[in-house]
């Protein structure tokens, strides 16, 4: 028989075994949080039709013109794309199910997302998010609660080292204006430009904004600022938003640069920053983007949401949490020696989980130092023994393997009553 081995796709990571209970942790913890402000979640297919995401997040962005997972579905020739972000699912989701007949809606997900990219500490092919969207809220308190809401989050997991940046990008109308005055200070550099930039100039110059390349940074700090040129609506939506910013007591920096990737924002726009990832510094961005809904087909809707990069938050936790997170074991790692005992653990091990206690029973034989190297092994909190003297008895004897206490031999049912003080 010939074999061969495969390996995962590149970009795409295996969770194994010693990563998932930070998974499981920042999971719970997401979702504890989620519903402290009343939101819902929904969870919608991993595949959507590719003009989704052509149409809302824009034909000329770095998504859409590289990094979308884009096939052809052979049985009926529809263009297929894997989700490269959620927002524009949550909002088809909305519009196709008439959610927002029943009012506004706050929901949230949790999933992962693809892009084709080049893999590098913080960016994956396969990544997770986790989005919240409020559908139907004008503002500018709706956006407030979304900034002040990812800052507890930081507090409830005790992540340290981000920080807020938050811009506007106003209206329609004063993009428009902007985009006229970024044509012409670009247009004045061209040859400062890089391809993506070139070919952006003309198509979409506020992305040039967003790039990423440092060769940039110095021409896109001499850019004309659309701070300097909002209307009054606009204005008054983000003075009222740092009010309540300010009389939350959050700090935050104003970054007249930040426009995010995505076409489909308008007004506010925020990401959170950290400087222990290199390149890689945002782990969550959003913003307000009050033309989607109708754009996909619903009725105009103001709306606001973000998203945060599950891996990039793992990461800045394991770096700067003081406590280390949890690594989840079961409660007792049964032990035992002899054929009487074989038995007597079986049945011992099912008691123990009957009671509601996870139980893990020793299998393959070995010595009770081995047995007992494999307990501790699994960060069990207590080894249970079942030596030929225990099953004379009629006994079992427990071992706490964390922390302080002393071995005791006592009956099953005595035994899982000391395992629930
Ligand atoms: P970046 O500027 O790093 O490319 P982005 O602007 O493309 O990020 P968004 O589309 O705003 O990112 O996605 C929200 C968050 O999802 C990001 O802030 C980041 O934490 C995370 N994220 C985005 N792309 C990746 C990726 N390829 N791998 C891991 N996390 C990612
Ligand atoms: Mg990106």
């Given at each position: 028989?010939?074999?061969?081995?495969?390996?995962?796709?590149?970009?795409m990571?295996?969770?194994?075994?010693?990563?998932?209970?930070?998974?499981?942790?920042?999971?719970?913890t997401?979702?504890?949080?989620?519903?402290?402000?009343?939101?819902?979640?929904?969870?919608?297919?991993?595949?959507?039709?590719t003009?989704?995401?052509?149409?809302?997040?824009?034909?000329v962005?770095?998504?859409v013109?590289?990094?979308?997972?884009?096939?052809?579905?052979?049985?009926?020739?529809?263009?297929?794309?894997?989700?490269?972000?959620?927002?524009?699912?949550?909002?088809?989701?909305?519009?196709?199910?008439?959610?927002?007949?029943?009012?506004?809606?706050?929901?949230?997900?949790?999933?992962?997302?693809?892009?084709?990219?080049?893999?590098?500490k913080?960016?994956?092919?396969?990544?997770?998010?986790?989005?919240?969207?409020?559908?139907?809220?004008?503002?500018p308190?709706?956006?407030a609660?979304?900034i002040?809401?990812?800052?507890?989050?930081?507090?409830?997991?005790?992540?340290?080292?981000?920080?807020?940046e938050?811009?506007?990008?106003?209206?329609?109308?004063?993009?428009?204006?902007?985009?006229?005055k970024?044509?012409?200070?670009?247009?004045?550099?061209?040859?400062?430009?890089?391809?993506?930039?070139?070919?952006?100039?003309?198509?979409?110059?506020?992305?040039?904004?967003?790039?990423?390349?440092?060769?940039l940074?110095?021409?896109?700090?001499?850019?004309?600022?659309?701070?300097?040129?909002?209307d009054?609506?606009?204005?008054?939506?983000?003075?009222?938003?740092?009010?309540?910013?300010?009389?939350?007591?959050l700090?935050?920096?104003i970054?007249?640069?930040l426009?995010?990737?995505?076409?489909?924002?308008?007004a506010?726009?925020?990401?959170?920053?950290?400087?222990?990832?290199?390149?890689?510094?945002?782990?969550?961005?959003g913003?307000?983007?009050?033309?989607?809904?109708?754009?996909?087909?619903?009725?105009?809707t103001?709306?606001?949401?973000?998203?945060?990069?599950?891996?990039?938050?793992?990461?800045?936790?394991?770096?700067?949490?003081t406590?280390?997170?949890?690594?989840?074991g079961?409660d007792?790692y049964?032990?035992?020696q002899?054929?009487?005992?074989q038995?007597?653990?079986?049945?011992?091990?099912?008691?123990?989980?009957?009671?509601?206690?996870a139980a893990?029973?020793?299998?393959g034989?070995?010595?009770?130092?081995?047995?007992?190297?494999?307990?501790d092994?699994?960060?069990?909190?207590?080894?249970m023994?079942?030596?030929?003297?225990?099953?004379?008895?009629?006994?079992v004897?427990?071992k706490p393997l964390?922390?302080q206490?002393?071995?005791?031999?006592?009956?099953l049912a005595?035994?899982?009553?000391?395992?629930?003080?």
């Amino acid at each position: 028989m010939s074999t061969q081995k495969f390996q995962a796709v590149r970009g795409m990571n295996d969770i194994l075994p010693d990563q998932s209970g930070a998974w499981a942790f920042l999971e719970t913890t997401l979702r504890r949080w989620l519903a402290l402000y009343g939101y819902s979640e929904v969870r919608s297919p991993v595949l959507e039709p590719t003009g989704l995401f052509v149409r809302s997040i824009g034909e000329v962005t770095d998504i859409v013109e590289k990094e979308m997972y884009t096939f052809v579905d052979s049985l009926n020739g529809e263009s297929l794309t894997l989700r490269p972000e959620a927002t524009a699912s949550c909002v088809r989701l909305a519009v196709q199910h008439n959610l927002l007949y029943a009012g506004p809606q706050r929901l949230w997900y949790m999933g992962p997302m693809f892009r084709h990219e080049r893999p590098q500490k913080g960016r994956y092919r396969q990544f997770h998010q986790c989005g919240a969207e409020a559908l139907g809220f004008a503002g500018p308190d709706a956006d407030a609660e979304l900034i002040l809401m990812t800052a507890r989050l930081w507090e409830m997991l005790g992540l340290k080292e981000v920080s807020l940046e938050i811009n506007t990008i106003g209206s329609l109308e004063c993009r428009q204006q902007h985009r006229r005055k970024l044509v012409e200070y670009f247009g004045q550099h061209v040859e400062l430009l890089d391809e993506d930039s070139k070919r952006r100039l003309h198509t979409n110059p506020l992305r040039i904004l967003d790039s990423k390349n440092p060769a940039l940074s110095d021409l896109i700090e001499g850019a004309p600022r659309l701070m300097d040129a909002l209307d009054d609506a606009s204005a008054e939506h983000f003075e009222s938003l740092q009010a309540l910013l300010q009389a939350a007591g959050l700090q935050y920096r104003i970054n007249p640069r930040l426009v995010r990737g995505l076409d489909y924002y308008n007004a506010t726009v925020f990401e959170w920053v950290t400087p222990l990832l290199g390149a890689q510094s945002t782990i969550c961005g959003g913003g307000r983007y009050d033309g989607l809904v109708e754009q996909l087909g619903g009725k105009p809707t103001p709306a606001c949401g973000f998203a945060m990069g599950m891996e990039r938050l793992l990461a800045v936790l394991q770096e700067t949490r003081t406590e280390p997170l949890p690594e989840p074991g079961p409660d007792v790692y049964v032990v035992h020696q002899g054929e009487a005992a074989q038995q007597a653990a079986f049945l011992a091990a099912d008691q123990v989980r009957s009671a509601g206690f996870a139980a893990v029973l020793h299998c393959g034989g070995g010595s009770f130092k081995s047995q007992l190297k494999r307990a501790d092994a699994s960060r069990a909190a207590y080894a249970m023994i079942l030596g030929e003297d225990e099953v004379r008895a009629g006994q079992v004897s427990l071992k706490p393997l964390r922390g302080q206490g002393e071995q005791k031999t006592v009956s099953l049912a005595q035994a899982i009553q000391l395992l629930r003080t």
